[in-house]
């Protein structure tokens, strides 16, 4: 079993549409969530972080977390065209500073 | 504020050379970690140092090494290159939790 597992779709939205992301992780002793939006060619650039249970929105995204089952979600709303790029979700243990571990990504296509 | 610079950006290499990736954290942030993303496939995690001293190593052969320098800066070290070390490595700086990558550097084991 992965670390992390993320659909790798490709999952294609219509312009205007709600795009659903979703990733689930085997490590209980995961505390900190991210997720990373990545064009193609590019590195990785971070969107959004969730560190407890519930939903968090930032703009047009909403991460959502679930602990009890190793949940997490990224809700982009009133998807664009420049929208679509990978997105990698990531976790990270506290007891280890910086040792993310990463899924291979969804490919998000948003159709005009 | 410059974001995290990272060189070369782009690297030609032939097998059994050796290689020297350079990173330059976000001024004030004292952690830098390196990964390895190959095509298809998220980022894996090789090195993090925290104030010059190496805090986490991931599953990477010893041909690997890494250092962190006074000033935040850090040197990737690959020896004796294979043809699978193609790939984009990159590098992560942080202040606290939050890491931020630099543009990567893209090298190519002919």
């Known amino acids: 079993q992965k670390e992390v597992e993320q659909n790798s779709g490709p999952l294609s939205v219509p312009e205007g549409a709600i795009a659903s992301l979703n990733c689930t992780y085997s490590?209980?002793?995961?505390?900190?969530f991210f997720w990373y939006r990545q064009y193609s060619g590019k590195s990785p650039e971070l969107i959004m972080s969730?560190?407890?249970?519930g939903d968090k929105e930032d703009g047009r995204f909403t991460a959502q977390l679930n602990k009890a089952s190793q949940y997490v979600s990224l809700l982009i709303r009133d998807s664009q065209p420049s929208d679509s790029a990978t997105y990698l979700c990531?976790?990270?243990?506290?007891?280890?500073?910086?040792?993310?571990?990463f899924g291979a990504g969804t490919r998000l296509t948003v159709k005009p | 504020d410059a974001g995290v610079t990272q060189s070369p950006t782009h690297l030609i290499k032939t097998r059994g050379q050796h290689v020297t990736l350079r990173c330059s954290p976000i001024?004030?942030?004292?952690?830098v970690s390196w990964y390895q993303q190959v095509l298809g496939q998220g980022p894996q995690f090789i090195f993090q140092?925290?104030?010059?001293?190496?805090?986490g190593r991931g599953n990477f052969p010893d041909r690997f090494s890494a250092r962190q320098f006074p000033n935040y800066s850090s040197e990737l070290n690959v020896n004796a290159l294979l043809l699978g070390d193609s790939a984009l490595y990159l590098c992560?700086?942080?202040?606290?939790?939050?890491?931020?990558f630099g543009q990567g550097t893209r090298l190519t084991v002919v």
């Open positions: 992560a700086s942080s202040l606290d939790i939050l890491s931020f």
């Open positions: 490590d209980r002793g995961s505390q900190s």
């Open positions: 969730i560190y407890s249970n």
């Open positions: 990531a976790v990270k243990r506290m007891d280890n500073n910086n040792d993310m571990r």
């Open positions: 001024s004030g942030h004292k952690s």
């Open positions: 140092y925290y104030e010059k001293e190496e805090r």
